[in-house]
């Protein structure tokens, strides 16, 4: 008697803020039985809620979303699948393969094309070797973020960079101080440094980043110390190095 060996279910999310992209999708993933289509989601928010529930094994994510981007979602996500994107913009592809991407789909594409990504997505899944946390260095330097997406349980908060007040570290995580809120992320933070502008934000302190915009004054404090006071009256230590760093970057040279 021959026994038969059921092929492995696969589960799939897709993510894309147009409906017609997403019908498109079904209609390819259709003739695979091995694939199950857990769920399509039209913004990154829904994204994010649906990796964290399903911990899909192949996601397909578009790049340009609102409220979240395909690179944010990653960046958020906990659980980490085989992605495949699909964007009609092709300058993201490098950020797309930095983020370990197993491919990059350009609208339009064909289904002989997306037969050659899903293929690859699934010898992905395979290897059990997807990086986890995908997407924590997938924005290249010279591409400074507007924002700064932290997740606090099933909540995801977004914060305007115009409005991040100052960053402290707190070991593993920094603490986002915005608008008198404060939001924990787990990043070390020299990563943050590396992401905010330094014309704008400058590293006072090994444990502080502070924006320029918020410093009202700064005050000797004690012996070769000083405190740099922000418009809300917050009161940050200032180091030696961090004081030279803050009188060049406010143009006082010293």
């Known amino acids: 008697m021959a026994v038969l060996v059921s092929q492995p279910t696969l589960k799939a999310v897709i993510v894309d803020d147009e409906e017609l992209a997403r019908v498109f999708l079904k209609e390819l993933l259709r003739p695979h039985p091995e694939i199950t289509l ?13 990796i964290a529930e399903i911990q899909p094994d192949l996601l397909f994510l578009d790049v340009q979303m609102p409220k979240l981007d ?14 495949v994107f699909v964007t009609a913009f092709d300058q993201y592809a490098m ?3 930095d983020a370990q991407a197993v ?29 986890a946390m995908l997407a924590r260095t997938a924005r290249p330097p010279e591409q400074r ?32 101080h915005s608008a008198g809120r404060s939001y924990l992320k787990q990043q070390p933070i020299a990563r943050v440094e590396a992401m905010l502008d330094p014309a704008r934000f400058v590293r006072i302190h090994r444990s502080t980043i502070v924006n320029l915009e918020r410093v009202t004054r700064i005050e000797p404090y ?3 110390s000083r405190i740099a006071i922000l418009a809300d009256g917050t009161r940050l230590a200032v180091s030696r190095s961090g ?8 143009g006082s040279g010293g």
């Open 70 to 83: 395909g690179f944010e979602v990653l960046e958020l996500a906990e659980h980490a699948p085989a992605v």
């Open 103 to 131: 491919d990059y789909l350009l609208k339009p594409f064909s289904a002989e094309r997306f037969e050659r990504a899903l293929e690859r997505a699934k010898l992905r899944v395979g290897e059990r070797s997807v990086p």
């Open 38 to 50: 857990a769920a399509e989601c039209a913004n990154g928010f829904e994204a994010v809620k649906a």
């Open 243 to 250: 004081y030279a760093r803050l009188m060049e970057a406010m």
């Open 145 to 176: 973020p507007e924002r700064i997406v932290v997740k606090d349980g099933t909540r995801v908060h977004v914060i305007p960079i115009g409005k991040l007040d100052y960053v402290e570290a707190q070991d593993d995580y920094v603490a986002l």
């Open 222 to 224: 004690a012996k070769d």
């Open 95 to 97: 950020q797309a393969f």
